[in-house]
């Protein structure tokens, strides 16, 4: 007979860890059971995380940098036959506005005048 001591059979999971696999579950058409067993995790695990998370308790660390691209935006198209009159108004309006790039492709623009509660809730929207 051979006994193991000190060997603990728990894994330990970090915060990281849990908020991914937490985010697969709200991809379309994921499943509780698909996720536990790929992750080798327990479904009642993944309800007290999930659970901990949505009392606040398990969170994302500080949100980091994001990378930053900043591009000329092009001119529209102008119709054909129609005389080109640049706007002043236009131009500085398309100059302040802000522009954030998502890695996935997705743009979302802002006006420059937006309330920063407002942006706090779109960025805290985005992050998920």
């Known amino acids: ?9 728990r894994r330990r999971w970090r915060d990281e860890e849990k908020l991914q696999i937490l985010a697969e579950l709200g991809e379309p058409g ?10 080798d995790v327990s479904r009642g695990l993944l309800w007290q995380w999930r659970d901990a998370q949505r009392r606040g308790k398990l969170v994302a660390e500080a949100p980091g940098f994001v ?3 900043i591009v000329p935006e092009l001119p529209a ?3 054909q036959g129609s ?3 640049a706007s002043v108004d236009a131009e500085s309006e398309a ?3 802000i522009e954030i790039v998502l890695p996935d492709g997705t743009a979302v623009r802002f ?5 920063a509660a407002v942006l706090r809730r779109v960025l805290a929207a985005l992050r998920g």
């Open 95 to 97: 100059d302040s506005r």
């Open 1 to 9: 007979m051979e006994i193991i001591t000190g060997v603990e059979r």
């Open 111 to 115: 006006a420059e005048g937006i309330s």
């Open 83 to 85: 005389v080109a009159a």
């Open 77 to 79: 198209p102008e119709p």
């Open 30 to 39: 994921a499943r509780f059971n698909d996720v536990a067993r790929r992750h």
């Open 67 to 69: 990378p930053l691209r």
